[in-house]
């Protein structure tokens, strides 16, 4: 049942107060068979994912509020990934759900929300080429970190799991004369993430730097790096003033974690430094 709200004089029926109380020990259950978007009357209920291909319930800002939960699980084969859209998310396990996982998703305020995964049956790591291959080990598991420094393809060969770092270009500074100031320019937007991704070729698109602006203009914005046609990308870095020298913004970068074989994604943290 969803929340109600009572005012003064209200009168409560027999039959909501049974619905009220049913909901405490057994939540309002909503099953999902494609991909689906949380709406405000989700809070206190549990979401149902239930489909054999794979599906993202997505999160976005100002529906909830702090102190605000939901229960998400997935009873289907295809694995079913929380996703950040305007809100933020986070998780010290995986936002990927395998069959017969699930967890809670807490409110801390209307635009951030944290994961608290069930520790169950998350999806394995992907298999993928593309970029610079080099290995890094991360809390004594050795995992693979694909580094796209310019526009390349990610071929995947392997469905799973990927945890992805992008980066978008920085902004150009401004440009300025004798005398006059300038300002730098903002660095590229991060975002964080993990990602379910299909056997297939995704294009990647490293965000180029703004360009530095001549004597007396203005330098240009960084250009979003995006991994096509998924919804992951980073904004570029707003540009510089023009009040003196105005060098170009730096490009961005896509990283992916992955592994030649499954991992324990309770060990799988993409590090802070990253």
Known sequence: MA????????ILTAAQMNALQGNDYNQTVSTKTASYTLVAADKGTRITMNSASA???TVNTSLFSAGDTLFIQNIGAGTCTVTAGTATVSTSGSLALAQYGG???YFTSAGV?????GGAATAAFGVATGGTSSSITLYKDTYTLLTFTSDSNLTVTTAGVFDVLLIGGGGG???GA???E???????GPNMTSMFLQIGTYAVDVGAGGAGGATTVNGTVGATSSIAPLIATAPGGGFGVSR?????????????YTSPSPRDRQKSRMPSSA
Do not use: Y
């Open 3 to 10: 929340i109600q709200t009572f005012v003064a004089d209200t």
């Open 55 to 57: 599906t993202t319930i």
């Open 103 to 105: 967890g809670t998703l």
């Open 113 to 117: 929300a944290t994961f608290f995964s």
């Open 173 to 175: 500074a401004g440009g």
């Open 178 to 180: 004798a005398s006059v």
């Open 182 to 188: 300038s300002s730098g320019a903002g660095g590229g």
């Open 244 to 256: 003196a020298g105005g060098p170009n913004g730096g490009n961005g970068a896509c990283l992916l």
